[in-house]
């Protein structure tokens, strides 16, 4: 199994919510998830992530990334 490969199927296992939610309190909205940024300190929220996409996004400071970068940043 080459690296590429082992990334792909973590990637499958894996539910970046289920992930992300262990340290951020997200609520569904709509198609998304959102909540408080745990890179920058903020009241209202704008941590954002999409289960489809495999992906995170926040609109306050900027951070994004997936599963993977997620998990290093933090």
């Known amino acids: 199994m080459n690296d590429r490969s082992a990334i792909d199927e973590i990637r499958a296992r894996l539910d970046i919510v289920d992930v992300i939610g262990e340290?951020?309190?997200?609520?569904?909205?709509?198609?998304?998830?959102?909540g408080l940024c745990p890179f920058h300190a903020e009241k209202t929220p704008s941590f954002n992530v999409n289960r489809e996409r495999g992906l995170f996004k926040c609109f306050g400071c900027?951070?994004?990334?997936?599963?993977?970068?997620?998990?290093m940043k933090t």
Request: net charge positive; aromatic share 14%; no cysteine.
């Open 23 to 34: 340290t951020v309190a997200l609520k569904k909205t709509g198609g998304t998830y959102k």
């Open 62 to 71: 900027g951070e994004s990334g997936d599963l993977f970068s997620f998990v």
